[in-house]
């Protein structure tokens, strides 16, 4: 079993800036996939960023340019540094992990409220 560990969400104002951390615990295979989901009320859960466990990145249109995703192998934890952020960010943050074998692991995820 793998538990994902979301921190780092708050309330900030357009154009500002959160960085968001997911802690992997448990049995965690060295190939895999991390990544950062969202999802806003009344809309469907939507990936942001994904990287995988030798750093190839894969990211939303909606992310390109402003957030960053990276990953610590030694730590099991990936990040999601997000900037110029806007009100349309707003969402529930999900960490996931996906092994290159079966299914993937969610995390209970983080909330970020960007006011205008």
């Known amino acids: 079993q793998v538990q994902l560990v979301e921190s780092g969400g708050g309330l900030v104002q357009a154009g500002g800036s959160l960085k968001l951390s997911c802690a992997a615990s448990?049995?965690?295979?060295?190939?895999?996939?991390m990544g950062w989901h969202r999802q806003a009320p009344g809309k469907q859960r939507e990936l942001v960023a994904s990287?995988?466990?030798?750093?190839?990145?894969n990211y939303a249109d909606a992310a390109k340019g402003r957030f960053t995703i990276s990953r610590d192998n030694t730590k099991n934890t990936i990040y999601l540094e997000m900037k110029n952020l806007k009100p349309e960010d707003t969402a529930l943050y999900y960490c996931?992990?996906?092994?290159?074998?079966?299914?993937?692991?969610w995390g209970q995820g983080t909330q970020v409220t960007v006011s205008s």
């Open positions: 990287v995988d466990n030798i750093g190839n990145t």
């Open positions: 448990g049995y965690i295979f060295n190939v895999n996939v």
């Open positions: 996931k992990l996906k092994p290159l074998y079966g299914a993937g692991f």
